[in-house]
């Protein structure tokens, strides 16, 4: 038995949610008195991944081939499968991004496997009992479920678990998995990356706005502020709703859920469709001119004004701090 | 071009959530229930695709017979005709297994979903579907342009979107942009009466996750309120303080 987790990479490198997974697959393999195993499907340095041992992975897998470079479900659902049961592992550990939730369920299907998408916290382990914690009712609640299965499939949600470094490398080792041709039916004919943004599931910061700003034409300011703290930009539904922004800028229960240390809501009301995809951020800043909005119920700190005003004073604020910094 | 898409029966988006028996049940008292938003985004998109005579659109839902209005609903923005299989919707797997069963014995071109429903949110049916027929499936789609043999689509990923080709048939989870939630009219709920909406009755499946109890999160403390021209504090405040930047 051990633990396998499938380390993820964005372009050859890690990102932090990958390194909060393998903290938390290496709490699991602990739990179970057992090895921590990692995979990685495509073109990563092995000086990359052999960093993974940083954070209680003792092995990792290496699997690379043209066919490989870009992330196809099928097949890389195929070959996580294959590694876990040649290593005998039966918890399966991935992050709750985009392209783990596609994942998830089908190796679920492929391993016979209960997966606890939307994990945020540690799976408890009494008498053979196997819960864990999960978001439910986007962000209104939480479900405690219990595995059943002899394996497990869990997608643990960004910024819901703290990195630990042990300091310990991981041996690297090349994997040679089969795959189907039929793996290989959906094509990817082109990516387009936004490489100067930062992406808003697993984004530390997010600097969110909404109708006060009174049109698109204003979110110059809340671009700057985002920029100053390194955060990602977002949006309330009907902002996005009036093509002011993206809809992948949409935070809320139609929309994406977040999970960010802080989070900013410049201009937002605080609907309980929208308070539902942020409730799990850990710190909340308000500011909105109307003192009655709902969003001050949930938040940990707030500035009644006009953002007009407050948001230029911030950002000049933020300045003035990163320079004595 | 036959298009299935499966629908589920969710809270309204509005609603306060709330359990009971030591918050191990749902509280449903005074709870509407609608169709779930992802789901008629995807419903909306079908019947795009088959306007004009150019398909069929089928709508399956895993449900008891409380779900037959939500079900109406989408007979009523446009459906062909409707399945649902009589049973409570245990978990994500089981409702993929029943739907993928139907599907084995009345194959579609394309399968959609929401991307995920709003009350478990899992976006595990496509997936589990894609697995159980051995379909490709791809999730949180933007984007799905259909032409003979095959689709495009764009996906959401981190940081970016990526564009995708499909030969049919596949299983998508749809997102917005795909296209907007169509409205019923009139003609649409009267013909939504008379429409077919067959019982299916469920197979026997083991399942492999149980929900034991539900917990609502912390309530937050008193907001701290920093006056407008002191902006400088509050940076202060989420540095020393709060310790987030």
């Known amino acids: 038995m051990s633990v396998l987790i499938y380390a993820e990479n964005a372009g050859g490198k890690f990102k932090k949610s990958i390194f909060e997974a393998v903290t938390y697959a290496r709490a699991i393999a602990d739990q179970n008195k057992t090895n921590l195993v990692a995979i990685s499907i495509g073109d990563v340095s092995k000086d990359e991944l052999a ?57 679920g299907v492929k391993l016979q496997a209960g997966v606890a998408d939307g994990a945020v ?31 497990k499939v869990i997608a643990l949600v960004p910024n819901s678990y703290k990195v630990v470094e042990t300091g310990g490398t991981a041996q690297v080792e090349d994997f040679a998995a089969e795959t189907k041709d039929s793996d290989f039916r959906a094509i990817i004919k082109e990516i387009v990356r936004s490489t100067d943004k930062i992406s808003l599931p697993d984004a530390e910061i997010v600097v969110s706005a909404g109708r006060g700003l009174k049109g ?89 004004g006009d953002a007009f005003e407050v948001v230029p004073q911030l950002i000049a604020a933020v300045k003035e701090y990163k320079a004595s910094a | 071009m036959k298009i299935l898409v499966c629908v589920s029966n969710v809270p309204d988006t509005t609603t306060k959530i709330t359990f009971t028996d030591n918050n191990t049940q749902f509280n449903t008292n005074g709870v509407q229930f609608i169709l779930n938003p992802y789901d008629e985004i995807a419903l909306s998109r079908a019947i795009e695709l088959t306007d004009g005579g150019k398909g069929e659109v089928t709508v399956i839902n895993v449900g008891e017979v409380n779900t037959e209005a939500t079900i109406r609903k989408a007979l009523a923005i446009g459906a062909t005709d409707a399945i649902r299989i009589n049973a409570k919707p245990h ?55 259909a032409a003979d043999k095959e689709a495009t689509v764009e996906r959401e990923i981190e940081g970016g979107k990526e564009l995708l080709t499909i030969p049919y048939p596949f299983v998508a989870g749809t997102a917005e942009g795909v296209a907007e939630p169509k409205i019923p009219n009139m003609r649409g709920i009267m013909s939504a009466r008379t429409k077919p909406l067959a019982v299916v009755e469920p197979v026997e499946v083991k399942t492999y996750s149980e929900v034991l109890s539900y917990e609502t999160p912390a309530p937050r403390g008193q907001v701290k309120l920093v006056p407008a021209d002191e902006t400088a504090k509050l940076v202060e405040l989420l540095h020393t303080e709060a310790r987030v930047i």
């Open chain 2, 91 to 145: 978990d994500a797997w089981y409702v993929a297994y029943q739907i993928a069963e139907y599907v084995k014995a009345n194959p579609f071109d394309l399968i959609l979903t929401g991307r995920e429903s709003i009350d478990y949110n899992g976006s595990k049916v496509a997936g589990m579907l894609g697995e159980l027929l051995d379909l490709p499936s791809v999730s949180i789609i933007k984007k799905l342009d």
């Open chain 1, 121 to 151: 916290a540690l799976p408890e382990q009494n008498g053979g009992k196997f819960t864990i914690k999960k978001t439910a009712f986007s962000g209104k609640a939480f479900a405690i479920v219990e595995l059943t299965s002899a394996n």
């Open chain 1, 51 to 107: 960093a993974l041992g940083k954070y209680g992975a003792e092995k990792v897998l290496n699997v690379s081939g043209d066919k490989l470079k870009n992330f196809v479900n099928q097949a890389y659902a195929s070959i996580i499968a294959e590694a876990a049961k040649k290593q005998g592992a039966d918890i399966v550990v991935l992050s709750n991004t985009f392209s783990g939730r596609g994942l998830a369920p089908r190796l």
């Open chain 1, 216 to 304: 698109p034409e204003n979110w110059g300011m809340v671009e700057e502020l985002a920029e100053l703290l390194g955060a990602a930009t977002a949006c309330s539904k009907p902002v996005s709703d009036a093509g002011w922004r993206p809809h992948s800028e949409h935070v809320g229960q139609t929309g994406i859920a977040v999970s960010p240390n802080l989070y900013i809501a410049i201009g937002i009301s605080g609907a309980i469709q929208h308070l539902a995809g942020i409730s799990s951020s850990k710190v909340i800043v308000v500011i909105n001119k109307d003192p009655e909005a709902p969003f001050f119920k949930v938040a940990d700190y707030g500035i009644v």
